[in-house]
Structures are given as structure tokens and as C-alpha cells.
């Protein structure tokens, strides 16, 4: 998890308050920050990823003082109207199609902002922007900039000044030699590279990589200009919000700008609060208290919250721009605990008695962990909830009726997956920067809908996936009859098998006792083109219950 420096007479002066560095090692982590030590007048904290906005030494201001009872209550931001304005061209839609920007005026850049807002930039580009694939941030001198800007593609060819260096080099020569080109450069896929520009051809940036030295900010810059670019646009949102508000508490003016794509026109940033119902019986159910209305508003309050009876019993919370993490009444709920403070809470004993042990197919699959160690395989962990594209279409195979969530936040998790190579495979996907071989393995849950009573069936599976230049059928056959070894099953029949994620002829299942307990194979290369990956892949799936079942019958 990402920490922060922070000069602790900065941060007293943001809170509006002076503590010792004893008060604050005391408090701090009750807001859910670890706290990490301190050197001289220096501390620093982890902070979780569920609350980026603290990632900045005013955003953990911000909410330190809201804590203490100091400015309590939701801080509202105001972005001005301005004709500053942005042009999406079509044709880097199909590259990186998210742009959002603001204008930032009047900033006076102290050494301590400085240090806070390259810390805050580099810490929400490696957390929430996922080490810039998701969202990447430029910050530009607002004054060097001729309006309107283009955000469009380039070829390698294309060549500009990059950031700290003398000289014009090419795209294909920034991704070959400058350290952040070597470092980010897995993100962009093709021969098109997304560049923004002025209105008189200069160069800005090329994102996700580096900016250009033209627009670079120096200490005498006062009005700044922030661009983002992402692969999803409530992340981008976000996090142009994060850095809007953080400029504007260090006396920053806020300017919106208008974003000209092929299809629509937005403008950016959108400062407004969100709200949210809840009920205070719920509240109380969950937390085991009692609090009148008054209490929980002043606790939300101190979370940085405003709050008003809508109906009795029922609070309607209005949520700062900048919260990225609150999606549910659960999330207010525990606000509203840390604000009581955990140490407040009395413990007690639960009025049950019952002897707990490891359930036995979780043991199972723990022995399963273990061993497939020894074959040099690394193990991941990915989400259950996945996509139909990603289960079906990219897989080569026929939609199927899977379970689906209710009310989905993103269209990247929105069902629950019924096999695990998709999850796999896309971990490949996302590593191809990284050196081969990759050989990876999961045990975990997949649901399959059923026609009992209870409609549908929680099922473990385990999967592997050999990557690297010689990945073969017989490869991925060697490991499958080995673990059936290791496990002492000796009494089972392979068979052919047609299955369109795999190569014909390539492709075979397990059989004991009439269950297919198994299949494996080579990866078609259609499946490999639609997860854009370039090496072989041998690849296994074993349904763990039966494996399971047979053993401990």
C-alpha cells in the first residue's frame, strides 16, 4: 500500500490547528491510515486504497480536520465556467478514449506543495490508475498553452521534446530509452500513440508516458492546466477531482473546460456532491449502539459529511466530490463508526459456544496450494465477478445463463464467472511487459446456475496456464496426470474433446467414474488474438469438489 511524507508544520497550518507529533501519531490512524514513524518534523502513513484522497498531504488535512472537530461538516467546491476547451479526435478513441481536464489559477507553488503535489500525482497514477493504464495525470503551465488542444494519435515517428531532456526524440525513441519509457511503455499496444497538443502544433504530452519539457511547471507558475487520460471515465472523473480540490485548498481557483468529443460535448471537473439515503435504525442495527439522529449527524459530520431528516428515521448525506469510495449505506455506516472511534466500543463476549475448525475442502485446496508450488508455478488471485466478454466472446464460446449482480457499478464486474481460465488468461493478458515463462495457477469459486432449490451451485476450480515459447499439449498432459498422481488417482480414462477455447485435436478431457473432472490443452490462437497475447498458451481446469469427492468419499 502507497505511504506519504508530510512535513508535520504544513499539515498543522492545513488543519488550522497546531499538534504535537505525540497527538498525531496518537489520532491519525483512527481515520484509517497506518502510521509509519517520523524523522525530525517529518512523519509518514500508509494510506489504504479505498481512500485516495487522502494520498496528498491536503486531502489527509482535510479529513484530519474535519475529525478533530476543527472545520467539520462537507466542503463544497465551485469550478468556474471559462472558454478553455479540448478536442478528442476520433481516431484515439480506439487507443485511450477518456480525456478530462481543468484549469487551475492563482497557484503559489511553495516547496512544500511542490513536494506534495509530485508525491500525490505519482501515488494516484500507481494506485487508482493502476501504474498508469487506467488513468494517467499531466500537469502543465497553463500560460504556455495556446487554446484549443488537441488529444489525437501519432506513429513512432512523430518527435518532440520530452520532459528534462535537450533534444526532440521520436515516440519510438522515448519508449527504447528514457527510463519512464521503458517503464510504462507495455501500455500502449499498436502503432498509434496518443499526444495532445496546442493550438499551434507545440506538444504538451504523450500519455500515459511523459510529458514535454515545454509545458513543464517551474516554481514561478501560477496557473496550471491538468489533463487526464484514462480507459474508464468515472476513474478519470475521480481523480481529476482529487487534484481539483486539493489545489483549491491551497488557494487554488478552478476553471472548467469544455471537452469537444466526436459524438457529445462535456464539461470538466464536476465538483458537485452526491447524496445517498440511509436509515438510522440501519445504522444502529449494524453498529450496535443506540444514537439519536443528532448524534449521527454530528459523526457524519466529522467524517466530513452534511446530513438532513428527509423522513424520520431516514438521513439524506450529501458526499464530497473528491470520496471516491462510498457505493453504499454500509460505507456511511462505517464513517459514522470511526467517528464514535472504535476505542468507544465495549466488547463482548458472543453468547455461543461452538468448537471452529478448517472446513475440509478448503483444506483440500490449501494441500492442492502447496504442491502445485513444486512445479514452479506461481499462484494468483483474482475476482470472482467478471464480464460476459471476457467468460464468452473472448474465450471463443457460446454465451451461457450465468449468475448476474443486481445494480452493477461497472461493466468490468458484472457477473459472477462460471469457469476460471478467462480470469487467468487475462492475467496474462495484463503481464506481457513482464519476462516468460509465466506458468500460473488459481484455486478458486465459480458459480454455476442449477436447477435444485437453491438455483445455484458454488463450485472450486482449479486452473493452470503454461505460457512461454514452448507451451504444448503434452506439457500441460505431464502436469495433469501428475497432480491425479500426487493426489492417488490412478483409475481414470482421457479422452478426446471438442471445445472451442482450444485447438482441435489438441484438446482432451479427464474421466472418473463417468465425471469429466477435467480438460486440457493448447489455447487457440483465436482466443490468444482476442487477449493479445503473442506466446503459446497450455492451459487446465479441474473441478476441485469432484477431485475432492473421489478422494475422501
Excluded at 74 to 93: C, F, G, K, N, T
Excluded at 158 to 174: A, N, W
Excluded at 200 to 205: H, I, N, P
Amino acid at each position: 500500500m502507497p505511504t506519504i511524507k508530510v512535513n508535520r508544520k504544513d499539515f498543522c497550518q492545513l488543519v488550522g490547528k497546531n499538534f504535537s507529533m505525540e497527538e498525531i501519531a496518537e489520532r491519525i490512524p483512527m481515520l484509517g491510515v497506518a502510521w509509519e514513524g517520523n524523522e525530525g518534523d517529518d512523519f509518514e502513513v500508509e494510506v489504504f486504497p479505498n481512500r485516495p484522497d487522502m494520498l496528498s498531504v491536503e486531502g489527509l488535512a482535510r479529513a484530519f480536520s474535519a475529525f478533530m472537530n476543527i472545520k467539520t461538516g462537507l466542503r463544497e467546491y465551485h469550478a468556474e465556467q471559462s472558454e478553455y476547451m479540448a478536442i478528442v479526435d476520433p481516431s484515439v478513441v480506439e487507443v485511450r478514449p477518456v480525456f478530462v481536464a481543468c484549469v487551475i489559477k492563482d497557484v503559489n507553488l511553495s516547496d512544500e506543495f511542490i513536494k506534495s503535489i509530485i508525491q500525490m500525482q505519482e501515488k494516484l497514477m500507481l494506485t487508482h490508475g493502476r501504474k498508469r493504464k487506467k488513468v494517467a495525470i499531466g500537469l502543465h503551465d497553463l500560460d504556455k498553452i495556446r487554446f484549443p488542444i488537441t488529444y489525437s494519435v501519432v506513429n513512432e515517428n512523430f518527435s518532440f521534446v520530452p520532459l528534462e531532456q535537450e533534444k526532440e526524440m521520436t515516440i519510438k525513441q522515448i519508449l527504447e530509452e528514457l527510463p519512464k519509457g521503458k517503464e510504462y511503455g507495455w501500455i500502449l499496444q499498436g502503432n498509434k500513440y496518443p499526444i495532445i497538443t496546442d493550438a499551434v502544433g507545440k506538444v504538451l504530452s504523450f500519455p500515459p508516458i511523459i510529458n514535454s519539457e515545454y509545458t513543464k511547471l517551474e516554481t514561478k507558475t501560477r496557473n496550471i492546466f491538468v489533463d487526464i487520460t484514462a480507459l474508464d471515465e468515472k476513474a478519470a472523473n475521480e481523480v481529476l477531482n482529487i487534484i481539483a480540490t486539493t489545489f483549491a485548498d491551497r488557494g487554488g481557483k478552478i476553471y472548467r473546460v469544455k471537452i469537444k468529443y466526436p459524438d457529445l460535448v462535456i464539461y470538466t471537473p464536476n465538483l458537485n456532491s452526491k447524496t445517498i439515503n440511509v436509515d438510522v435504525n440501519y445504522i444502529n442495527k449494524i453498529l450496535g449502539l443506540s444514537l439519536s439522529v443528532e448524534e449521527i449527524k454530528k459523526y457524519l459530520s466529522m467524517m466530513g459529511y452534511s446530513s438532513s431528516e428527509v423522513k424520520k428515521g431516514i438521513l439524506q448525506v450529501n458526499i464530497p466530490c473528491y470520496r471516491t469510495d462510498i457505493m453504499h449505506a454500509f460505507d456511511i455506516v462505517e464513517d459514522v463508526a470511526i467517528a464514535y472511534g472504535y476505542e468507544n466500543f465495549e466488547a463482548e463476549q458472543p453468547n455461543i459456544a461452538t468448537i471452529g475448525e478448517e472446513d475440509a475442502l478448503e483444506a483440500f485446496s490449501n494441500k492442492l496450494r502447496n504442491f502445485l508450488v513444486g512445479y514452479n508455478l506461481q499462484e494468483v488471485l483474482t475476482f470472482i465477478l467478471n464480464n460476459k466478454e471476457n467468460l464468452f466472446k473472448k474465450m471463443n464460446v457460446e454465451e451461457e445463463e450465468i449468475a448476474e449482480t443486481a445494480n452493477s457499478k461497472t461493466s468490468e464486474y458484472n457477473v459472477v464467472r462460471n469457469w476460471i481460465l478467462p480470469s487467468l488468461m487475462e492475467v496474462l493478458s495484463r503481464n506481457k511487459h513482464n519476462d516468460y515463462p509465466q506458468n500460473i495457477f488459481e484455486v478458486g469459486d465459480v458459480v454455476v446456475l442449477s436447477d435444485n432449490d437453491i438455483g445455484a451451485e458454488t463450485i472450486k476450480k482449479l486452473g493452470i496456464v503454461l505460457c512461454h515459447a514452448k507451451a504444448s499439449f503434452s506439457e500441460i498432459k505431464s502436469i495433469v496426470q501428475s497432480v491425479l498422481s500426487n493426489l492417488g488417482l490412478n483409475d481414470y480414462q482421457i479422452e478426446e474433446l471438442e471445445h472451442n477455447s482450444f485447438i482441435a485435436g489438441r484438446t482432451a478431457k479427464i474421466v472418473i467414474k463417468g465425471r469429466d473432472i477435467a480438460i486440457f490443452g493448447e489455447i487457440h490462437p483465436i482466443v490468444l488474438e482476442n487477449w493479445n497475447i503473442e506466446m503459446p498458451v497450455a492451459a487446465c481446469e479441474f473441478n476441485v469438489n469432484w477431485l475432492f469427492e473421489e478422494i475422501f468419499k
